[in-house]
């Protein structure tokens, strides 16, 4: 049998189809800031109520037929005799009623913005789908991450951006915030794991003029040592559940670039090591799959990551 709703909402978001699936993160306050900003909903259903209602009831009557003077009660005048007739009719009432709450899950919001920017904005979702650093926009356009920026010097909606990443996509742990408020530097905690904090060139300033160079030299050393391992045990080491975590991220492993930069708000609601595992090492074997909103600088604010 063809489920045919899962299919219709399959081919409707195309390229993008990978939305019908279990997210592995999914960033709920986000997705609800970002589809009250884009639909500005004035009113939300939250629940209805059906009923059905149907019935059958039992009555029964004697016939009483006159036929002339009898022992008989006082309000039957003349001659009567009863009959075993009987005139009878059956009725039963039966009623149900069934409430339902409106579904205004993440899963659901997300799906209804991308569908919203594809039809409305499709210049505005830009897909990276190799590890040569370029973007493909639904309106056919091919762009560098130059022109991405210029984008957001333009009035109109944040750019969606999604990256459908091979295997060998290394991601390195940089900074984290947990739930308890510690703030931790995980890049220095993985240096000294993979032992390159001697021979680590400096991060710059961004404000000197040289500082994508020196930027590209310093993650290039850890791209060069990367071990997906280490990277989890820097992120399981986290005593407290994270909050807020970034990450650099080599498109294919592809070391000689700036690394894109993530930010992801778990909010506590993910068990370290199993989140660490599942974006880490999964995709350093399978690559992965995520969607989120674009800032300059090649920094991307994760809205969902999902299985490749």
Known sequence: MVDTEHTSRRDVLGKL???????????????SQ??????????????????????????AGLGVAVEGEGSIPFFLKGKARTSAKADATTKTDNSRATSEQSNISAEMNLEKIVNHYVKHFPERV???????????????????????????????MRPLVVLD??????????FAET?????IELHKDLAKRLEISASLPPLPSRKDPDYETGAIAHWNRFAESFRSMEAIRCVEAVKHRLHWIAFRLWPGGTAGALPVHLSILPCGNYANGTFAYQFIRRT????????????KGKDINVLGIYER
Not at 34 to 56: C, H, N, Y
Not at 179 to 183: D, E, K, N, R, W
Not at 284 to 295: A, D, N, P, S, Y
């Open 17 to 31: 189809w990978f939305l019908i699936d279990i997210p592995l993160f999914i960033d709920e306050k986000s997705i």
């Open 34 to 59: 970002l589809f009250d900003a884009m639909v500005r909903p004035e009113w939300q259903p939250m629940s209805r109520i059906s009923t059905d209602s149907k019935g059958e009831s039992l009555s």
């Open 126 to 156: 830009l897909i990276l789908s190799d590890s040569e650093d370029r973007f493909e926009d639904f309106a056919g356009n091919a762009l560098e991450w130059t022109d991405c920026d210029k984008l957001l010097d333009a009035p109109g």
């Open 165 to 174: 990443l091979p295997p060998n996509t290394k991601i390195l742990p940089m």
């Open 179 to 183: 739930t308890s408020g510690a703030a």
């Open 284 to 295: 350093e074997h399978f690559g992965i799959r995520l969607i989120g909103t674009l800032k």
